[in-house]
Each structure stands twice: as C-alpha cells, then as structure tokens.
C-alpha cells in the first residue's frame, strides 16, 4: 500500500516559520516527482511547490523567495521549509507523489497563521 503521511503543520505567528514533512513508502521514491499543495477554506486546492525526480523545482509566485522544497530520497521524504508565514498561507497542506500515470495525495496537514 502506498502512503504519504504530512507532519509538522500548526499554529504560526505571522513572520514565523514551520518545516512540513512527508514520508512516503509502497513507492519508489526517488523516481517520483513530488509536490507540496494547499487549500485554504472556501479555495481551490493549488500548487505551492515541485521538485521532480531530477531536482527540478517550481515554486509558485505567492511563495517565491519565502519557501524551499527539498528532498531526501535516502529517507523517502519531501520537505517544505516556510519562512516569513502570512495570514494568507493558512491552508491545509497536502502531500503529492507522480509517476507517470500513477498520482498519490497524503492527509494533509494543517498551518495556521494567526496572531
């Protein structure tokens, strides 16, 4: 069975930083492109970030310069580094693994900006 599991999601003041994790297993990790997403209440599920199996990354305007996605394919795991946090990133952060035709979404996680 395939799982991806998020963590490191919560409360955040404004201006402050979180690191959300998503360990993946019953996949080949390492030839997976894997991608960070979120939704906010009331929103579209949208992209925040990629990096592809070959290290490629994409970010989306809303977060450039503020987040880093990174991944460890020794640990099967994807990160999301989220520095300088607004209000507007509050949303749940969802977890994604594609390949080919195969597409695999986690829990998600929640994050909340908030003073």
């Known amino acids: 069975q395939v799982q991806l599991v998020e963590s490191g999601g919560g409360l955040v003041q404004p201006g402050g930083s979180l690191r959300l994790s998503c360990a993946a297993s019953?996949?080949?990790?390492?030839?997976?492109?894997m991608g960070w997403y979120r939704q906010a209440p009331g929103k579209q599920r949208e992209l925040v970030a990629t990096?592809?199996?070959?290290?490629?990354?994409n970010y989306a305007d809303s977060v450039k310069g503020r987040f880093t996605i990174t991944r460890d394919n020794a640990k099967n795991t994807v990160y999301l580094q989220m520095n300088s946090l607004k209000p507007e990133d509050t949303a749940v952060y969802y977890c994604?693994?594609?390949?080919?035709?195969?597409?695999?979404w986690g829990q998600g996680t929640q994050v909340t900006v908030s003073s």
């Open positions: 994604k693994a594609k390949f080919g035709f195969a597409t695999y």
């Open positions: 019953g996949i080949i990790f390492s030839v997976y492109d």
């Open positions: 990096i592809t199996s070959g290290d490629t990354i």
